[in-house]
């Protein structure tokens, strides 16, 4: 699982348009500490990788649930091109097409 403490596509369709993003993120959750029947792990860093891999050598007893953090403020390139017609800023290209 990966996680950037928000709703990636509400934070990236908001978020540029300079709207309040506090309804579409979230406190940071623990996740790894819910993780019933299974091991768990929290990534924050490449350096925390070697419990993933420590868990891929064995023994294994559990599955391993892996709560990637993910750096919030990079965002994917890909998700804010994607909403940029749905704020209105390619509108006026398309009308006057």
């Not at 890909?78 to 097409?97: C, I, T």
């Amino acid at each position: 699982m990966s996680r950037d403490e928000g709703y990636g596509a509400e934070v990236h369709h908001f978020g540029p348009g300079g709207c309040p993003l506090d309804t579409v993120t979230f406190p940071p959750t623990g996740i790894a500490a819910i993780a019933g029947g299974c091991e768990a792990v929290t990534l924050r860093t490449s350096a925390e990788l070697k419990a993933v891999e420590d868990w891929v050598a064995g023994p294994r007893s559990a599955p391993l649930l892996v709560d990637a953090k993910v750096a919030g403020e990079y965002g994917a390139r890909w998700l804010e091109e994607a909403f940029r017609g749905h704020r209105g800023e390619d509108r006026a290209v398309s009308r006057a097409g």
